[in-house]
Structures are given as structure tokens and as C-alpha cells.
């Protein structure tokens, strides 16, 4: 007797923005810091879905929607294994693997509330260093190093 086989299928996009390879756990986190549902368009996100290689992943489209490199790679702060897949008419034209920015600008608030960004008319920038148990990042104006999971709880 043998067994059924059952799968799992998510809609193909015609064209959009796969963000694959996402840590389990990740995806909402992503989703709401780069607001990838304010574009009025339709996102499907896949949460702790079977990975041969992760054990569980996350997984985000974006319909009409294309990221930019500059954009893709701000996801590796989230994802740092991840993948960028930009879609037209159901085929992939760009595969991108993440890699982490030198520099990260306009995305989280800085946590140190006596920092001039907080009152002055000037987009938050942090430089990005990454060591081998967390990802740090340095606000340009206050000069103050926090890891990233303290100034992505911040905003």
C-alpha cells in the first residue's frame, strides 16, 4: 500500500518580489520595518514553512513590486542567508543573495533619545558592523553602538 502524497502550493507570481530564506520568526519583523504591505499591493507571507536546508523558513512576495539591490541587501540585517528573487511575467529575471551594507540610512530610529536625529530633520544613518554573534550598528550623529535588535525595537 502506498502512501498519498500531499503538497503545498503558493500562488507563482507574475511578477514581484520573493524574499526567500528568511530565519523563521523573521518574516512579520521584515515585513512591517521595510513596510512591504503599504504598496497597496497583494503579499502572501509563508511563516515557519518546511526547509530542507533551514528545518523552518519564512517566506514573503510582494505582487508588482521590484527591490532594489540597495533595498534587498537591508534585508540581510534580517536574513542574512536570504535570497531576493525579482519576477516578471512568472519568470525569475534577478536572483539576488543578500549580502549585509556597509551603511544603513532612513529605516530605524536611533535608540538614544538625547541623539540629535530625534530633533532635528535628518534621516537616521548607522554604519553596520558585523561580528561573529550580533550585528552592530553605529548612529552617524551620537556616535553610539547598539546591537540591531535594540534599534529595530525601537521604532
Known amino acids: 500500500m502506498s502512501e498519498k502524497v500531499y503538497a503545498r502550493n503558493v500562488e507563482a507570481l507574475k511578477s514581484g518580489t520573493v524574499i526567500d530564506h528568511i530565519p523563521a520568526g523573521q518574516g512579520l519583523r521584515i515585513l512591517r520595518l521595510f513596510e512591504l504591505a503599504e504598496y497597496g ?17 519564512d517566506l514573503i ?7 532594489t539591490e540597495e533595498q534587498a541587501n537591508e534585508l540581510a540585517l ?12 512568472h519568470e525569475v529575471v534577478r536572483k539576488q543573495k543578500l549580502v549585509t551594507p556597509d551603511t544603513v540610512e532612513g529605516i530605524f530610529a536611533c535608540p538614544n533619545s538625547n541623539c540629535v536625529s530625534h ?4 534621516q537616521s544613518h548607522f554604519a553596520v558592523r558585523v561580528t561573529q554573534t550580533d550585528t552592530k550598528l553605529k548612529c552617524k550623529y551620537c556616535e553610539k553602538v547598539f546591537s540591531k535588535d535594540i534599534v529595530v525595537d525601537v521604532r
Open 61 to 67: 512576495k510582494v505582487e508588482n513590486v521590484a527591490l
Open 78 to 89: 534580517f536574513a542574512p542567508k536570504g535570497t531576493v528573487s525579482v519576477i516578471e511575467n
Open 41 to 57: 499591493e497583494r503579499v502572501t507571507v509563508g511563516l515557519n514553512l518546511s526547509s530542507g536546508h533551514m528545518g523552518t523558513k
Open 119 to 122: 530633533v532635528e530633520p535628518v
